[in-house]
């Protein structure tokens, strides 16, 4: 029912893959979501090279389904990794926080599916010019560093500007955003903040709690001042970030106090003074579930919604 060049592509049974959330994104949320249907991914994030491929062997031991790396560009390991995903045999590569050019050739001549992530239709193009095989179009409602245009804005812009299939992100977590995602030309979505709460997620459950509380305006975009702008959900520490903005506080001041925070948050469940990543949609996602569960649920839902349509 829901094949799209996004399932053809990338050989799983739902056009949905698991956003990269650093510090979150395991070998247990990835191999759930892989064997839900979807495509599971490892947040390689900041981490050390050796950490990224324990957790790619623990993945390919606990699901026999595709599944990927999530590589952030500003990681000091990103060339590295770049080259360690090919020794590995992994078939999925998301990119985030950055241009992968550099590193497209060799994933192409390693047969593994290229999906930057990116926040404008200028830098889509570059990714197909490159040898892109899709893109994740990401708006600003979406959970962590992000651009500036919504989804609802972004997405078909960049379904208009490139031949390759284009998956949407930002502010999806059921099936009607599904739905309205294809209307605007999707072929797939990729979902973070729903998977947070998932049973599979590691993330600490001060954290899960918070998501499940969170209200529609409980997000805050966060360090726009130090160039990485991040949307977490309000607390503390957000609230002191935007005290030191507003007294234009020196940089590396804001930086300190943000120092750790997301390692804060996701390992010690420090939900006051950590960095609490989360999408706008926070406020929709109110139970915790299997990862195959959620799948389910946002599919069968968006099949029905469609169905009025038909
Ligand atoms: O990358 C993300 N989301 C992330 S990365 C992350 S870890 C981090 N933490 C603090 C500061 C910085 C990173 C947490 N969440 N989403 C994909 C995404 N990519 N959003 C925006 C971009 C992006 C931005 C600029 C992609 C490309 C880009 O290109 C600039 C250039 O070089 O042309």
Known sequence: ????????????????????????????????????GGVGLIAAANAPVDWVRQEIRKTKAATNKPFGVNIMLLSPNAA???????????????????????????????????????????????????????????GMESGGHIGELTTMTLLPQVVDAVDIPVIAAGGIADGRAIAATMMLGAQGVQVGTRFLVANECSVHQNYKDMIIGAKDIDTAVSGRSTGHPVRVLK?????????????????????????????????????????????????????????????????SQAQAVLGKWR
Not at 10 to 34: E, F, H, K, R, T
Not at 251 to 275: F, P, Q
Not at 283 to 292: F, I, W
Request: charged letters at 20%; glycine letters at 8%.
């Open 1 to 36: 029912m829901f094949n799209t060049k996004i399932t053809e592509l990338l050989n799983v049974q739902y056009p949905i893959i698991q956003g990269g959330m650093a510090w979150i994104a395991d070998s247990s949320l990835a191999a759930a979501v892989s064997n839900g």
């Open 80 to 138: 590295e990794i770049a080259q360690m995903v090919c020794d590995e045999g992994v078939s999925v590569v998301t990119t985030g926080a950055g241009n992968p050019s550099q590193f497209i050739e060799l994933w192409k001549s390693h047969g593994i599916v290229v999906i930057p992530v990116i926040p404008s239709v200028a830098l889509a193009i570059r990714m197909e010019r490159a040898g892109a095989d899709a893109v994740v179009a990401e």
């Open 235 to 299: 607390n503390k520490l957000t609230r002191q970030v935007t005290a030191l903005e507003k007294q234009n506080a020196p940089l590396d001041e804001i930086e300190k106090l943000c120092l750790g925070g997301l390692r804060r948050a996701v390992v010690e469940g420090d939900i006051t003074m950590g960095s609490v990543m989360a999408g706008q949609i926070a406020g929709l996602v109110s139970k915790e579930q299997s990862a195959a569960d959620i799948i389910a649920e946002m599919f």
